[in-house]
């Protein structure tokens, strides 16, 4: 099946720098890679995804980028906050399958 | 508009016993997932329903089942609870297969 990695495990960044957060996947027929933002006891919560037909995606501060050929999408967030922390995961929908693969989650923690 | 809901929020249950976890999907949404996640892990699929039927499943042993219903509403069952089976048990529904998931707050449930 699917195989997600997902670095680092722990992020520490100061207020105002960027923070990258990256995915490896091991099936390169999957199509679509969300990102979900987990803070402490709550949902994860949807804030940015991508499909395969594209390479690049922005909303705001937070953009996604995908390498098909390497096999690997990451999460860019810039001039980060302290309520960006929280724990990040992608997730991978491999071909023919309707359930999401999970990362095991980066914790990030923006120092103010 | 309202999200996903799920109920309850808390259960504390013994080993041995059977719980029932309740899901409501985003209106508009039919296609119902189930995620078990441990703590410090990313989110691990139990199974989807789709059309009142079990779609796909996970590697979960068959004493988790579920139902869904014919307005969408979705049950999970887990019968002779071992200790770890404690964990945060999400919900995530969608408009139809590889479109965004979105997800509840969760039921903790906790194996004395």
């Known amino acids: 099946g699917e195989n997600v990695e997902q670095h680092p495990s722990t992020l520490s960044v100061q207020e105002g720098d960027s923070a990258v957060i990256k995915c490896t996947y091991s099936?390169?027929?999957?199509?679509?890679f969300p990102w979900y933002k987990q803070e402490l006891g709550k949902r994860p919560q949807l804030i940015i995804d991508?499909?395969?037909?594209?390479g690049e995606k922005k909303d705001q501060r937070i953009a996604v980028t995908l390498n098909k050929t390497a096999k690997h999408f990451s999460l860019h967030i810039t001039e980060t906050q302290p309520e960006d922390s929280a724990v990040y995961f992608c997730?991978?929908?491999?071909?023919?399958?309707?359930?999401?693969?999970f990362g095991s989650g980066t914790r990030l923690q923006v120092q103010p | 508009d309202a999200g996903v809901t799920q109920s309850p929020t808390h259960l504390i249950k013994t080993r041995g016993q059977q719980v029932t976890l309740r899901c409501s999907p985003k209106?508009?949404?039919?296609?119902v997932s189930w995620y078990q996640q441990a703590l410090g892990q990313g989110p691990q699929f139990i199974f989807q329903?789709?059309?009142?039927?079990?779609?796909q499943r996970g590697n979960f042993p068959d004493r988790f089942s579920g139902h869904q219903f014919p307005n969408y509403s979705s049950e999970l069952n887990v019968n002779a609870l071992l200790l770890g089976d404690s964990a945060l048990y999400l919900c995530?529904?969608?408009?139809?297969?590889?479109?965004?998931?979105?997800f509840g707050d969760g039921t903790r449930l906790s194996i004395l």
């Open positions: 995530a529904s969608s408009l139809a297969e590889g479109q965004p998931q979105h």
């Open positions: 099936d390169s027929a999957s199509n679509y």
């Open positions: 991508i499909r395969s037909n594209v």
């Open positions: 997730a991978v929908l491999p071909p023919g399958r309707r359930a999401l693969t």
């Open positions: 209106s508009g949404h039919d296609t």
């Open positions: 329903y789709y059309e009142e039927e079990e779609r």
